[in-house]
């Protein structure tokens, strides 16, 4: 066989084929994997003499030109087929060729149906799940006041998945933790048992694939894939909205998994009864389980996770340090993160510790934006105004009729809650009122609020809104 080695550029083929063909296509048919080379040919096992035609087929030539390409001979494909293994204890009982350490029954006899997760049952090192992030587990998730009931229930769930609390939803804003504590589960579920099929994916790229694979009439195959799982894990189902398709697609997977007891975990940035645009049963089956929200941290969870990120940094920030930040931040864990980042980045750059001085410093700017964020005042009159179909002006103005009065006073008690403003600043702000006016409309609210249970989830939408809509102007 010689010394050739062209390992390095068939793993270069497979990265330019998954890009050029899309990660559904590419999952689907290149379930191949490279053995060795010999000077003109690459050996590639294949699971099934099926697959290897099939490849042949549709992607030899477009293979062999990639590695023309790259590396400017011409290199032939040949195939050894390699039975998938379903269960490591037999492996020594098969009498398979050992090939690199991994034992694999060798030849073609039908002793084993082909599995797409062969990698996964080789006794060798544990491979990384290609959808999980290997940080986001539960060791890394510091629990908090915020998240204290989610955090839980993740844990439950990872160990019993499919069992109770089916889909399990976690909802709130960003950078609050959805993300992490859903491929906690994963990470969880997978590192117990990696024959566990685990998905992970944004509902766009569910989008995207399903539109894919209607394009490609594939549709089958997206179908058995997202069927076939055992734990589905979806991120940002609110991009679902007004994705008809999608939503009738993710229904029907939906059904097949619960009625299998496949557990399935969501996020969203809101409440699910918030969705619009959403098929009601759909609807009805995001609501079906648990849905938790995520809410943002206090100071000494704040404080908590800044120093769980310090330990795990190797970076030497001080105690006062890490409480100034989470002093000065306290929109979400994300950009708690992003000022510990900078932080770090310029300690290291000028090779310096960091000190109280160094920190309020370079966090100047961070500081100040956080406090006020984008929101203002005007950010907040506008949506709210349009949410009660009133103009601006009037919301701002000296008018006191009822419908006009009690949407202004929703706005001054929303820039009571999220900005910074005082009441003084608050009135002049609302047309030039006294401070004791803003003062009373935050009572009034206060107390529908306790009347009122629509009145909280109609603020919190609102207060998202104004939020979206600061980001964007
Ligand atoms: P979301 O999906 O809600 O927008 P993410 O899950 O992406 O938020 O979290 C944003 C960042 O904050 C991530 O880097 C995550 O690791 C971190 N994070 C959030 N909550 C916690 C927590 N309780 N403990 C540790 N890190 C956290
Ligand atoms: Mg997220």
Redesign the pocket.
């Known amino acids: 066989m010689g010394s050739w080695n062209y390992s390095v550029f068939w793993n270069e083929a497979m990265s330019l084929a998954r890009e050029e063909l899309g990660e559904h296509e590419f999952t689907m048919w290149f379930n191949i994997e490279y053995d060795s080379s010999s000077e003109n040919s690459i050996l590639v096992r294949a699971p099934s003499s099926f697959y290897r035609d099939q490849l042949i087929k549709k992607y030899q030539k477009f293979l062999e030109g990639k590695l023309f390409e790259l590396t400017g001979k011409h290199l032939g494909l040949e195939f050894l087929i390699v039975k998938p293994v379903a269960e490591p204890s037999t492996q020594s009982s098969t009498g398979g060729t050992a090939r690199h350490g991994q034992d694999a029954a060798a030849g073609e006899g039908p002793r084993h149906a082909p599995s797409r997760t062969k990698r996964e049952d080789a006794p060798r090192e544990k491979a990384k799940h290609p959808q999980l992030r290997v940080?986001?587990t539960f060791e890394?998730?510091?629990?908090?006041d915020?998240?204290g009931f989610a955090?839980n229930a993740a844990l439950a769930i990872s160990k019993n998945p499919g069992t109770s609390y089916n889909p399990f939803l976690i909802y709130?804003?960003?950078?609050?933790?959805?993300?992490?504590?859903?491929?906690s589960i994963g990470n969880r579920v997978w590192a117990e048992n990696s024959k566990v099929k685990v998905i992970c994916i944004t509902a766009e790229e569910f989008t995207n694939e399903f539109i894919q694979s209607i394009h490609d009439k594939t549709t089958q195959g997206f179908k058995n894939k997202y069927r076939y799982v055992d734990v589905l894990l979806i991120?940002?189902i609110h991009f679902l909205q007004n994705k008809l398709g999608s939503q009738e697609e993710l229904f029907h997977t939906f059904n097949a998994l619960y009625d299998g007891n496949k557990q399935m975990v969501f996020?969203c940035d809101r409440p699910v009864s918030e969705l619009k645009n959403l098929s009601d049963r759909l609807r009805s089956r995001f609501e079906r389980g648990l849905n938790v929200d995520?809410q943002p941290?206090n100071f000494e969870?704040r404080c908590a996770?800044l120093k769980?990120?310090v330990e795990a940094s190797r970076v030497h920030v001080q105690d006062e340090v890490v409480e100034i930040i989470a002093k000065n931040i306290s929109t979400?864990?994300?950009d708690?993160?992003a000022a510990l980042t900078k932080l770090a980045a310029y300690a290291e750059l000028v090779h310096k510790d960091i000190t109280l001085e160094i920190a309020q410093n370079q966090l100047k700017d961070v500081f100040s934006q956080s406090k006020h964020g984008n929101v203002t005042i005007d950010n907040i009159l506008r949506v709210v105004a349009d949410h009660y179909k009133l103009s601006y002006s009037d919301l701002k103005g000296k008018k006191r009729t009822k419908n006009i009065a009690f949407p202004r006073q929703i706005a001054m008690y929303i820039a009571r809650e999220i900005t910074e403003y005082s009441t003084t600043e608050l009135g002049f702000e609302f047309g030039g009122r006294d401070h004791t006016t803003v003062m009373h409309a935050c009572q009034k609210i206060e107390e529908r609020l306790k009347l009122d249970p629509n009145l909280e989830s109609t603020i919190q939408s609102l207060v998202r809104s104004i939020k979206d809509y600061s980001a964007k102007v």
């Open positions: 940080d986001y890394n998730f510091v629990i908090g915020n998240n955090s709130g804003g960003v950078g609050l933790g959805k993300t992490h504590l859903m491929q991120d940002d996020t995520l941290p969870t996770i769980k990120k979400n864990v994300r708690l993160e």
